[in-house]
Structure formats: C-alpha cells, structure tokens
C-alpha cells in the first residue's frame, strides 16, 4: 500500500457523496457544539465540565458516524440515512470514548517526553476507531487489532496521517484568515464549524480508507468490505 492508495481513494468518496457525508459531519457538530455552548454559558464550574464532557462525546461521536459513513458507501451508493448512520454509531460510543482517551493521554505523554513514541503509537493506534465501530470491538481490544493491522505499514500510515493532518492545517488557517473580521468569538466559532464540517468527512474517507486497504492486505480470504462489495466510480 502506498499513501496516495487511501488518500486518492478518500478523496473520490468525498468528491462523489460530499452532498451526503458533509450533512452529518454539520449536523453533529452544531447539536454537540450548541449544547456545549448552552452549558458553558452558565458560567458554573459543573456546566463548564459538562460542556467539556459533551464535546469531546460528541468529537468521537463524530468520528463514529463518519466512519459509518463511509463504510456504508464504498459499494458505491448511500444505503443509510443521516439518522440511521448516527444510530449505527451510538452503540460503540463509549468503546470509542474510552479507547479514544487513553490513546490520547498516551500519545501527549509520548509527544512531550521523547516525541518520537508518541509518533509510534500515533500510528499503530490510528485504526482504533474503524476497529471498534466496524469490527465490533471493545475499546482495549481495538488497540492490538489497530498495532497488528498497521505491522509492515507503519511508514505508510505515518504518512497518510502526516498528509491528513497538513491538509486540516491549512484549511483552517484559510477559514481562519477568512473569517478574521468577525468578532473573536464569533468568527473562531464560525471557523471552526466550517472546517470540521467540511474536513472531518474527508479525514474519515482516507483514514476508513486505510482500515479497508489493510484489512484486505492481512486478510485477503476475508476481503475489506461485506459480500464482496467493490467501490466503483459509477
């Protein structure tokens, strides 16, 4: 697998079902943001915690129905609606929650101690959330599954994380620029619900992308997508 594979294939998924994936990526991140927003304007210690609880839910959640999302049309057609993808996603919410907080924690703590094994377990974590909303896993079980998959790859994963994150860089900082008139408060807010709604779908297209190329390497017999199924253009 070479990092234009998930990358070219991310952006043909996007490119063809955008008019179906952008809408949940808003959707779920104006609810989230609006009741963190409610919460936090209170101004109460509690309701500030609250709001942080139901952002970073609400991020996976994100991250879950996206890759739902994907998964669903990679044969080619949209076979869920945006309520019954989000409803698919909602059972694993908290094996991603969890998995995806201490793999947190373990990256920061890598990062900033020596950086490079933060790196590493960037990378041989970076398919615990399509391991567990696809696969079915429990969130400590993704871990191994995400390492065993990635093994052999390492330096193609690194790469495709590496281009993901460089594209959702510079895209914020365009919104950023344009949106640079508006109030602090308004244009951050503003910025930041066009760029995850606009780069969050694309993100999961590669990343989803990835899982199912390496998938199919490990497992040929097994195949990455469910009887069968082939993403075509048409």
């Keep these: 697998m070479q990092v234009g594979e998930p990358i070219g294939e991310g952006w043909t998924i996007y490119k063809r079902f ?119 896993r429990s969130a400590f079980d993704s871990f191994g599954r995400s390492r065993d998959l990635v093994r052999g790859h390492g330096w193609t994963v690194f790469g495709v994380i590496v281009v993901t994150f460089a594209i959702n860089v510079a895209v914020s900082i365009v919104l950023e620029l344009l949106f640079a008139g508006f109030s602090t408060v308004i244009g951050h807010y503003i910025g930041n619900v066009i760029a995850n709604t606009l780069i969050a779908p694309f993100v999961a297209a590669a990343w989803t992308s990835m899982y199912f190329r390496l998938r199919e390497l490990k497992e040929p017999a097994h195949g990455g997508l469910p009887a069968g199924a082939a993403y075509t253009e048409g």
Aim: glycine content about 6%; cysteine-free; overall charge neutral.
């Design 18 to 136: 955008w008019a179906h994936l952008i809408p949940i990526a808003l959707v779920v991140y104006v609810v989230v943001s609006l009741i963190a927003l409610a919460l936090a304007s209170t101004g109460s210690s509690l309701s500030v915690l609250a709001a942080f609880v139901v952002s970073v839910a609400g991020i996976f959640l994100l991250q879950a129905s996206l890759v739902e999302a994907v998964a669903d049309v990679r044969d080619g057609r949209a076979d869920l609606t945006l309520s019954q993808t989000v409803a698919r996603a909602w059972p694993r919410l908290g094996s991603v929650v969890v998995a995806g907080i201490a793999a947190a924690i373990a990256i920061v703590i890598g990062l900033v101690l020596i950086v490079v094994p933060g790196l590493v377990l960037l990378t041989i974590w970076s398919l615990i959330v399509p391991v567990i909303v696809l696969e079915r």
